[in-house]
């Protein structure tokens, strides 16, 4: 091939202006590698380290029942895309919600001059990044279907009535009772200029009860929420049940439970959503964001002992159908298992693109995001402490007088691992027996401390669906344990 002919099948920057690629607007597919490869090729071309395209289409809608109504029917539709640009140790997010060539190129153009940077010289050649065979995690595991799959309106208010109904017939003493529940179906593309070209759907599905009940003075407020990944007919399948017979069961032993005296005790921790408190107290330490921003205690602890030696902790994107499930992070970077805390020593951050940039630490997989209009950052997915060696019977029998936190409410966390949580269900221990019924308990204490509390840890581990906030919005999340010990805590009350 002589030169010239070579020269004619090069893009120029002059071209740019009267591309117009047919992508497909109804479904990501290869019709998009050629004009993300040009605009990847281009942003190289004007001096970018690295640049990054994540494109988004979700459908989500919500349902909720209140008494014997439905109260609430919330659709969202939104398409959109982000780019990220990277110089140095430096970058900057653009988002957009015009898919069109020109309005990608645009958005591009602007990330690119907030970095400094600007489009090549007019006659300049536009290298197009060779990006990879599309990596499509949706046809390979058949997810293209899960839409179509998943219930439509009628059946959502007629699942969420027939729950609601049967948990009037569970609980006396009644204020309010409600069911919800939320489908989130998203398609995700992302292409990078290291050749990254990946697809994916995500279907993100969760159904629960809250009821409120109420007998003079006493009040007594119990939840029960599940969630799902991969599973379009989790409604349908949906054990209202035994889901509204445990709720009634916890109102009605809460209702008239003595308030918690205020005190310093050992505690037993249930399993499940008792695992918010090392999400929130530990695992945003570990996220390489607050490495960043030197606002965690252990930056500098790697390899070295941060919690007592009966502990080992992980964070996953894999355990099947977990509320934190992904087969690709929002950078398009598979799923993979991070051991985080092994027999008490730190072992690994969490990261992502930027954080290992910044950082040095080595990516996990973890780049997430709530949507398009947010860059991705160092998230947790399903975090959960391992199961040990003990019975749950050898934590209680360890404890002659202490508190079972058997229910979990919210709570709060300070920058750097300071933590209050309210208990929504909890239990006397007196001579290694549950006893009495408490309620207005709070755990305040710090992560540091904390960690080395933790001593017995059972063999029933538990997951639970949740949701986390944090720089790159909201996202789904798993968080987890076993039935643990903390030999001492901080327990406010009266």
């Not at 949706?138 to 839409?147: H, I, L, P």
């Not at 969760?206 to 989790?234: M, Q």
């Not at 499930?325 to 992502?352: C, H, V, W, Y």
């Amino acid at each position: 091939m002589n030169l010239t002919t070579l020269s004619d099948t090069l893009l120029l920057t002059k071209q740019l202006p009267q591309l117009d690629y047919p992508m497909a607007r109804d479904r990501f597919d290869e019709s998009w590698r050629a004009p993300l490869s040009t605009l990847l090729g281009l942003g190289r071309a004007a001096g970018a380290d690295f640049i990054e395209f994540f494109l988004e289409r979700v459908n989500y809608i919500s349902c909720l029942a209140e008494e014997d109504a439905i109260t609430s029917i919330s659709p969202s539709l939104s398409t959109g895309a982000g780019v990220r640009v990277f110089k140095g140790n430096a970058d900057c997010y653009v988002s957009t919600n015009d898919l069109s060539f020109a309005g990608l190129k645009a958005a591009l153009e602007k990330g690119l001059g907030i970095m400094g940077l600007s489009l090549p010289a007019p006659a300049a050649f536009v290298p197009e990044i060779n990006l990879e065979l599309m990596r499509d995690y949706a046809t390979a595991r058949g997810k293209d279907n899960w839409f179509a799959q998943s219930s439509p309106i009628r059946e959502m208010g007629e699942v969420l009535l027939e729950a609601n109904a049967h948990i009037a017939t569970k609980a006396s003493h009644i204020q309010s009772r409600r069911a919800s529940y939320f489908r989130d179906w998203q398609e995700v593309l992302v292409a990078a200029s290291d050749g990254t070209f990946a697809r994916d759907i995500r279907l993100t599905q969760s159904v629960g009860y809250s009821l409120l009940c109420a007998d003079g003075e006493h009040r007594a407020s119990i939840g029960k929420r599940n969630g799902n990944t991969g599973s379009p007919s989790f409604l349908q399948a949906w054990d209202y049940q035994t889901d509204a017979e445990e709720v009634a069961e916890s109102a009605g032993k809460m209702l008239y439970a003595d308030y918690v005296e205020s005190g310093t005790y050992p505690i037993v921790m249930a399993n499940q959503f008792g695992g918010v408190i090392f999400h929130e107290a530990c695992g945003h330490l570990l996220e390489t964001t607050q490495i960043e921003r030197k606002t965690t205690p252990f930056m500098d602890k790697k390899g070295e002992k941060i919690a007592h030696e009966n502990l080992t902790a992980w964070d996953e994107g894999l355990s099947p159908d977990a509320f934190g499930t992904i087969d690709m992070d929002d950078e398009g970077m598979p799923a993979q298992r991070t051991l985080l805390i092994e027999n008490g020593i730190l072992k690994n951050f969490i990261s992502d693109r930027a954080g290992s940039v910044r950082t040095g630490h080595p990516r996990t997989g973890s780049g997430r995001r709530q949507n398009y209009t947010y860059a991705a950052a160092s998230r947790m997915r399903n975090t959960y402490i391992a199961p040990g060696n003990y019975s749950m019977d050898d934590l209680f029998a360890s404890i002659d007088k202490g508190i079972y936190c058997k229910n979990m409410g919210g709570g709060s966390v300070g920058a750097t691992g300071q933590f209050n949580f309210a208990v929504a269900e909890a239990y006397l221990i007196e001579n290694g027996k549950v006893t009495k019924p408490l309620k207005g308990a709070t755990l305040i204490g710090e992560a540091t401390e904390i960690m080395d509390k933790i001593s017995m840890c059972s063999n029933d581990l538990g997951l639970a669906a949740g949701f986390c906030g944090s720089v790159s919005g909201s996202i789904y999340v798993t968080v987890g344990q076993p039935h643990l010990k903390v030999d001492s805590i901080t327990v406010g009350g009266r």
